[in-house]
């Protein structure tokens, strides 16, 4: 007999304990720790967006009563509110970072910092089992051993990467090359659920290059997303379209629903949108967002030189967008370029030209003659 499945397997996002990307430090007293990730954090500011998550060791401290919210318009805000911390909670409030840094003495993580200290071997022995995944070591002085335990433990260990505690830069560049690996694939998901009301024909169907636009992209699309099934077309539920398909489970959303489908199917890939009324798209508009992918941002999106908005329907979203979008939705939002504009995204301006939309028959035939 089948195993019952009480809920809808859905695919999960791959997590640690708190973050999808997630590095513990632990071996040395925590004020040292604490000193080390700002450091990091500094150095890496502009490739990575950094939180760090600690514990006080502050026993009179009780919950308030009013959380309090303190902005100010540095961008600074300063935060003492009621929370318990929890995993599930956690990996919301953190899914927006690229790297979060623990401080191991109180916290496990995923992967893991060892700071070796002669005086904190009794620290280092209690939480041997925490050491699961040690990415390199740091000496916190030169006369540091390895404790016998630790070759044990980790039989290669001595094989790691050491640094010393002052190389910061060796030591930001190593932290730097574990996010660069954690960056997210690109998929390509091309936008044909449309019901093209006022053009009065399916607009993938239309031909601008000798081809339906649904087919001129796929051709395009295949020669950057070589990847297994990296080319996927967004479709209603309905529709019986040929290919590789991601039928909407967000019913009734438009793109915004064709996107959040697409994150629901894979939400560890990052998504490359594009809608099939923008004719003008060729190559090298392509080559040009994927070159200028920042993926520390929610997204890179293209804006027309003379408009005011962003096009969100020629976008790579990255994975930290889905929880965003979600929220959106929740407060009863299904529009994409509001997402955008109120999110931290790169932004490349290209001429308005290139991502005009072409939406009736009359602007479908001066589009075809432009390009003749």
Known sequence: MAKHQKHSKLSKR???????????????KCSIISDLVQKIAKNNQKVAKTAYLDASHNKEIQAPFLDTYTFHHSGNLDVNAKNELNKFNARIQFSNYDLLLINGNHYQGQKQILVLDNEKEASILKRLDHLTDVQF????????????????????????PCYDLSDIDSISKHIS???????????????????????????????????????????????????????????????????????????????FGGICSAFQKDPNSAWFVIATDLPFIDKSVIDLLLKNRNPSKVATALKGKGKEFLEPLITIWEPKAYPIMLSYLAQGYSCPRKVLINSDVEIIEVDDTIIRNINTPEEYELAKKELK
């Not at 791959?14 to 040395?28: H, R």
């Not at 070591?137 to 790691?160: G, Q, R, S, T």
């Open 137 to 160: 070591v740091i000496k916190a002085h030169k006369e540091a051993i390895y404790f016998d335990f630790l070759e044990d433990k980790i039989p290669n260990i001595k094989e790691l």
């Open 177 to 255: 090359k574990i996010i660069q690996k954690n960056v997210a694939a690109i998929k390509s998901l091309i936008l044909v659920g449309g019901k093209s009301t006022r053009m009065g024909i399916d607009k993938s169907s239309l031909s601008y290059h000798g081809k339906s636009q649904k087919d001129f992209l796929i051709d395009l699309l295949s020669k950057k997303f070589t990847n297994q099934k990296g080319v996927y077309l967004s479709t209603r539920q309905e529709q019986d379209v040929d290919g590789n398909t991601i039928a909407d489970t967000f019913k009734d959303l438009g793109p």
């Open 14 to 28: 791959n997590n640690g304990n708190y973050a999808p990307n997630e590095i513990s430090v632990l071996g040395v």
